[in-house]
């Protein structure tokens, strides 16, 4: 099964603007991976921020944006707020079944 | 609104079998794709397989094939997760996430806890 990695944990100050990368073991990430970038915070169901690499659902808070970066899909948050402390998943389509990251823990 | 409802939190014995169910309401159910997911305490989501009630078609991930099955109920717009054999390893939230075709995923059931003790 594919491997997906993500980096275990990242700091940021409020306001800063960070970007979590979510990596194929088994090559570049593309847009035909369709990947979902996912946020979840203690005691609550994840909740979908991105899908198919870079759209966004009308719940999303405009300072997060998808896209593709250096072989991976990545998952930007510009102008960081405290409420962005979370943890944030990828998850990536690897033929015909679905794979997790290991999750990013963000704290702010 | 779009819901997806779990039923409630089940406690099982190794080797047992445990039935979830997601109930969907707001939406056309057969327009969609659902996906099992689960979260084992203080650990990561894991992907366990989708059901696509349209078509009857399910994909299961291969940690999971030989135990699970997803069924569903068109009548009551609810989809089912069936997983057997379960050992204390398989102590988790499960979740139904729904998807639109093309890798859209959005809106999330609040979970079901599944405990395995003996």
């Known amino acids: 099964q594919t491997v997906v990695t993500q980096e275990p944990s990242l700091t940021v100050s409020p306001g800063g603007t960070v970007t979590l990368t979510c990596a194929s073991g088994?090559?570049?990430?593309?847009?035909?991976?369709?990947p979902n970038w996912f946020q979840q915070k203690p005691g609550q169901p994840p909740r979908t921020l991105i899908y198919?690499?870079?759209h966004k659902h009308s719940w999303t808070p405009a300072r997060f944006s998808g896209s593709l970066l250096g072989g991976k899909a990545a998952l930007t948050l510009s102008g960081v707020q405290p409420e962005d402390e979370a943890d944030y998943y990828c998850?990536?389509?690897?033929?015909?079944?679905?794979?997790f990251g290991g999750g990013t823990k963000l704290t702010v | 609104q779009v819901q997806l409802v779990h039923s409630g939190a089940e406690v099982k014995k190794p080797g047992a079998s445990v039935r979830i169910s997601c109930m969907a309401s707001?939406?056309?159910?057969?327009?969609?794709?659902f996906h099992w997911v689960r979260q084992a305490p203080g650990q990561g989501l894991e992907w366990m397989g989708i059901?696509?009630?349209?078509?009857?078609?399910?994909v299961y991930g291969q940690k999971f094939q030989g135990r699970v099955t997803m069924t569903w109920d068109t009548s009551t717009s609810t989809v089912y997760m069936d997983l057997s054999g379960l050992r204390s390893e398989d102590t988790a939230v499960y979740y139904c996430?729904?998807?639109?075709?093309?890798?859209?995923?959005?809106?999330w059931g609040q979970g079901t806890l599944v405990t395995v003790s003996s």
């Open positions: 996430a729904r998807e639109l075709s093309g890798g859209s995923f959005d809106f």
């Open positions: 707001g939406f056309t159910f057969t327009g969609y794709h």
């Open positions: 059901i696509t009630p349209s078509s009857g078609a399910t």
């Open positions: 088994t090559g570049a990430v593309t847009r035909g991976c369709l």
């Open positions: 198919t690499t870079s």
């Open positions: 998850l990536l389509y690897c033929g015909a079944t679905w794979v």
